[in-house]
């Protein structure tokens, strides 16, 4: 990891802010918590939804290239004795003679334990992989690993997709799923964890376009996390030196973040060249060759590889949205998500606890919900209430006054500006629309007006 990340917000209130607002849980907390796993709670839960369906909608719904697939976790073994992770996806570990801690080798700076200071062992080959076993008899004959990336899933169906699909070069195929390894050193919290999220592409191309395919697919990847948000500045590209690359591939570009513990990875694209083709058409004994129309002949394609992690995803994306600014005597704090991504989209708060305010609330909230993920709230004051949709990123508030009972309006609050418009309510659902798209707050339906501009307030 690289230097420390200055001006960033400290891990620690991220941690603390998921805790308290049911972003993330430590897994099995009654218990004492897993060690580096994670639950995600009723908010969490919506945020890497919509970070999976961004992903999903960008590199399958909305291209002709790419299709889908959904590959078991379970596989079979000799899959990873073809894709070298048997052999060859492990880490150097070395134990503290003294505590009997274990580290990353290539983690320590000298051959000291960091707990202890004590000597450590010579390094020693440790495969990542989780084993278990298949059926009622645990013998080595049965055993089964975890799979530790979901690409292999993708390749194993070549041929598949080409059967059913008809694709021709160039396509991709994409996938969602649980990944997991038994790491060594984990921590700062989601970012490594023994099970994990992936969002993988394979994407076939002819062998000589591959560095052409490679630049697109490493600009376009950049540009989704633009497109949702993520500050630019806090992005950067970082290409692997030769004795850095996985043993699949040619070239590899990390997509880091400045994450709070310092520039880390995000992504990872990499040319994997024919590496997985050519080791499952010679372990399987099956063909993945696929026929070139242009020149009669049997090709195997190269292959560009742009894999994200969904729990890393969340939490660049909760770290960069992450604001404390000073508001009156106190610190306002807010996640300033994209729309896209916030769990929740709107909030609905009658003014007070009102029998006729509640009423109308309600209905507004019914018209609402069918649209979008929206909250009901009429907890507390008004000011509390607006506080906590700030602090869980919900982009707008919607208040039902004593005065909405008379002229059936509403006001719409926007999060990060905290100005206000009033709307009929009968336009209330395409006017919310409409803003959640990026439109401007003060770009005003028929009949609405501008309410209370938040910035002019302040500087009275
Ligand atoms: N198929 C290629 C592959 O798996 P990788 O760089 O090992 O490449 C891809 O992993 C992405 O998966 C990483 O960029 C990261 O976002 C995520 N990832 C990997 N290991 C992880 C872990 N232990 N915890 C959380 N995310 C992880």
């Not at 395409?430 to 007006?449: C, I, R």
């Amino acid at each position: 990891m690289a230097e420390k990340a200055s001006g960033k917000v400290d891990m620690e209130k991220i941690v603390s802010l998921c805790q308290r607002r049911g972003y993330i849980f430590p897994s099995s907390e009654i218990y004492g918590g897993l060690s580096s796993c994670w639950d995600y709670g009723p908010l969490g839960v919506e945020l890497k939804r919509n970070i999976k369906e961004a992903w999903w909608r960008s590199v399958v719904q909305e291209r002709d290239d790419m299709v889908g697939l959904d590959t078991s976790i379970l596989m079979h073994p000799q899959v990873w004795v073809a894709s070298g992770h048997l052999e060859q996806f492990a880490d150097p570990l070395v134990e503290c003679k003294q505590c009997h801690l274990r580290w990353r080798a290539d983690e320590l700076k000298d051959n000291s334990c960091p707990s202890c200071g004590g000597e450590v062992t010579e390094p020693q080959q440790f495969n990542l992989m989780f084993k278990t076993f298949m059926g009622p008899v645990e013998e080595d004959a049965n055993i089964v690993y975890l799979r530790p990336e979901t690409a292999q899933g993708m390749f194993v169906n070549f041929q598949n997709i080409l059967n059913t699909t008809r694709k021709r070069l160039p396509f991709g195929v994409a996938q969602i799923g649980k990944a997991f390894r038994n790491e060594i050193t984990t921590g700062n919290f989601i970012f490594r964890s023994r099970e994990f999220e992936q969002m993988e592409i394979e994407y076939f191309v002819k062998p000589g376009t591959d560095d052409e395919w490679f630049d697109y697919w490493l600009e376009e990847r950049y540009n989704w996390y633009v497109n949702l948000g993520i500050k630019k500045e806090n992005l950067q590209l970082r290409q692997h030196a030769k004795g850095e690359l996985a043993h699949y591939a040619r070239k590899c570009y990390d997509i880091d973040y400045l994450f709070p513990m310092g520039w880390s990875e995000l992504e990872g694209v990499a040319n994997r060249g024919d590496f997985d083709l050519t080791q499952h058409a010679t372990h399987s004994g099956k063909s993945l060759s696929y026929l070139d129309e242009e020149t009669n002949q049997h090709i195997v394609p190269c292959v560009i590889e742009p894999s994200a992690g969904v729990d890393r995803s969340a939490l660049a994306f909760l770290c960069d949205a992450y604001v404390e600014e000073p508001d009156k005597e106190e610190i306002r704090v807010l996640l300033r998500f994209h729309p896209t991504i916030a769990p929740v989209k709107v909030a609905v708060l009658p003014l007070s606890k009102r029998e006729n305010l509640v009423e109308l609330a309600k209905k507004v909230y019914a018209d609402l919900r069918p649209c979008w993920m929206v909250q009901y709230d009429d907890t507390q004051s008004i000011g509390r209430r607006y506080r906590r949709q700030d602090e869980i990123g919900t982009p707008f508030c919607v208040t039902v006054d004593f005065q909405s009972l008379e002229d059936n309006q509403a006001t719409i609050r926007e999060r990060d500006s905290m100005n206000q418009i009033r709307v009929p309510i009968s336009e209330l659902k395409s006017t919310l629309q409409a803003k959640l798209e990026g439109e401007d707050l003060f770009v005003l339906p028929q009949g609405s007006q501008i309410w209370k501009v938040e910035r002019e307030e302040k500087s009275v």
